[in-house]
Nanobody, 114 residues
Framework: QVQLVESGGGLVQAGGSLRLSCAGSGRTFSRYAWFRQAPGKNREFVAAITRDGGSISYADSVKGRFTISRDSAKGTLYLQMNSLKPEDTAVYYC?????????WGQGTQVTVSS
């Protein structure tokens, strides 16, 4: 059973920063990622990192502002979000993948005010 718990969301002004955490991702997965879903929109990819950290990718909309990282010892995935914009407002989900499939957390709300 894979249980992922996100935290760190909240309300922040435009230009501010937040760091999201995803606990429970300590098992060995092939890929660790963050997705987000804004009201009325489909869930979209934000960032991903491979198990060894050798490959990291970002959506164009967050490149240069967000940083994904992982602490394998703590079994925690992070998303550092800087220079936040109102359009970053969404529920952010942690996602991990292995040969069985994909697993999701319950999400954490991020609201950026203008």
């Amino acid at each position: 059973q894979v249980q992922l718990v996100e935290s760190g969301g909240g309300l922040v002004q435009a230009g501010g920063s937040l760091r999201l955490s995803c606990a429970g991702s300590g098992r060995t997965f092939s890929r660790y990622a963050w997705f987000r879903q804004a009201p009325g929109k489909n869930r979209e990819f934000v960032a991903a990192i491979t198990r060894d950290g050798g490959s990291i990718s970002y959506a164009d909309s967050v490149k240069g502002r967000f940083t994904i990282s992982r602490d394998s010892a703590k079994g925690t995935l992070y998303l550092q979000m800087n220079s936040l914009k109102p359009e970053d407002t969404a529920v952010y989900y942690c996602n991990v993948r292995n040969i069985v499939g994909d697993y999701w957390g319950q999400g954490t709300q991020v609201t950026v005010s203008s």
